[in-house]
C-alpha cells in the first residue's frame, strides 16, 4: 500500500517505536537492578542467620517490601508496553483515546523525570478514536516531546482528553511559556502523523501564560474512512 | 583500619540503599545521595575515595556530577553506571570513557572489583 503524499515515513515511524521501547528498557533495567541486589543482599544475610544468628523481621519486611514495589512496577510497566506494542495491530481499527494516552503517561514518564518535569492528568473523558492507534500514538508523544523540549526543572504538563462536539481533542498544556517560532523538525513531523490520521493541531497560549497544544481528531462515531497510509 | 569512603548517587533510592547496605556487609563505608545537587553537599562535608553514579538523572545528570566533583576532589575516582541498554554507540556520545562504566543490573562483585582496582594500594580491609 503506498503512503500519502506528505506521510510520515516508516523510519519516523521506527524511530518513534524505538525511542519508547529504549525509554522503557531503562526503567525496567532499574526494576530489574532493584530486584537482583536486594536478593542479593538476601543471600548476604544467609550465612549468617545460617550459622545461629538472627536477621531482624524489620529488615526482612523491608527488603520484601523493595522486591514487591519493583515487581508490581515492572508488571505495570510491561502491561502499558504490550498494549503499545498491539497498537500496531491494527491500522484500521478503532481505539479508546484515553487508554491509549494512559500507556504513553506511562511510557513516557522517564523523559519527564528527566527534566524535573510534572507530569499530570487534566480532563480524562473516554472517546473512541478511529483508524491507526499506534500514528495516535505517536501524535501524542510527538506533542509531550515539543513540549517537554521547551520545559525545565519545576514545570509543569497536563494531559487531557476530551469529546468537543463532533471531535475528539487530546490537549498538552504546560506551564513553560514557548514562544511562537517557525515549526521545527518534531512540529513538522507532528503535523505530518496528524494529517495521515484525519487531524490537526494547533498551539495557543495557556491561561497563566503557558502553552497549548491541542490534537483534533475525527471520533469513531464518525464514520471517518480508516487510515490508509501503512 | 583504614575503610573506603563510597558514595552512591542513583534517583533510584531503593537501589542505592540496597547498594549502600551490601557495601558496608563488604566493609566498606557507603552513604547514598539521591539526586546530584544532595551529592554534591555530601561531598563538601567530606571528599570520598569514590562516587558511584547514575548516568541519566532527573536534574543534575552524573557526567556533570562528576565534573564538578572531580573539580574540588581530583583524586575522587569514578564509576558510572546505567539502565542505558547498550554499551555501544550511543553510550560513547554521553561520556568520554575517562571513567568505567556498569550497565544495570550488575552483580556486586563487579561493583567490588573496579572500586578495588581504582583505588588499588588503598584495598579494602578484609
Known amino acids: ?230 | 583500619m583504614n575503610e573506603l569512603r563510597v558514595l552512591l548517587v542513583d534517583d533510584e533510592e531503593e537501589l542505592v540503599a540496597t547498594l549502600q547496605e551490601r557495601l558496608e556487609i563488604r566493609g566498606m563505608r557507603a552513604e547514598s545521595a539521591t539526586s546530584g545537587d544532595a551529592a554534591l553537599r555530601m561531598v563538601q562535608r567530606a571528599p570520598f575515595d569514590v562516587i558511584v553514579v547514575d548516568l541519566k538523572m532527573p536534574g543534575l545528570d552524573g557526567t556533570k556530577i562528576v565534573g564538578r566533583i572531580r573539580e574540588q576532589h581530583p583524586e575522587t575516582q569514578v564509576i558510572l553506571i546505567t539502565g542505558h541498554g547498550s554499551s555501544h554507540g550511543e553510550l560513547d556520545d554521553l561520556t568520554d570513557r575517562d571513567y568505567p562504566i556498569l550497565l544495570k543490573p550488575f552483580p556486586i562483585q563487579r561493583l567490588v572489583e573496579l572500586i578495588q582496582e581504582l583505588t588499588s594500594g588503598r584495598r579494602v580491609e578484609p
Open chain 1, 1 to 230: 500500500v503506498s503512503e500519502p503524499v506528505g506521510a510520515p515515513s516508516e523510519r519516523e515511524g521506527l524511530a518513534f517505536f524505538g525511542a519508547v521501547a529504549a525509554s522503557v528498557t531503562h526503567e525496567l533495567n532499574n526494576v530489574l537492578s532493584i530486584v537482583d541486589q536486594v536478593s542479593g543482599l538476601l543471600g548476604d544475610l544467609v550465612p549468617g542467620a545460617s550459622a545461629g544468628g538472627t536477621i531482624d523481621p524489620g529488615r526482612l519486611a523491608t527488603l520484601q517490601g523493595r522486591i514487591d514495589r519493583q515487581v508490581r512496577k515492572g508488571i505495570e510497566i510491561v502491561r502499558h508496553l504490550n498494549n503499545f506494542a498491539h497498537s500496531l495491530d491494527e491500522p484500521s481499527g478503532s481505539f479508546d483515546a484515553a487508554d491509549v494516552l494512559d500507556d504513553l503517561m506511562v511510557l513516557s514518564g522517564r523523559f519527564a523525570e528527566r527534566g524535573k518535569v510534572r507530569l499530570q492528568r487534566g480532563d480524562w473523558e473516554e472517546w473512541g478514536g478511529r483508524g491507526d492507534a499506534f500514528r495516535f500514538h505517536q501524535a501524542a508523544f510527538e506533542a509531550l516531546r515539543w513540549i517537554l523540549a521547551e520545559s525545565g526543572e519545576g514545570d509543569e504538563i497536563e494531559i487531557g482528553v476530551r469529546r468537543d462536539g463532533q471531535a475528539g481533542v487530546v490537549s498538552i498544556s504546560g506551564t513553560a511559556q514557548i514562544p511562537d517560532q517557525e515549526p521545527d523538525e518534531v512540529l513538522e513531523r507532528l503535523a505530518r502523523v496528524m494529517r495521515v490520521l484525519g487531524g490537526e493541531h494547533r498551539i495557543s497560549r495557556g491561561a497563566q501564560g503557558g502553552t497549548v497544544l491541542d490534537l483534533r481528531f475525527p471520533t469513531a462515531s464518525e464514520g471517518v474512512p480508516p487510515n490508509d497510509g501503512n
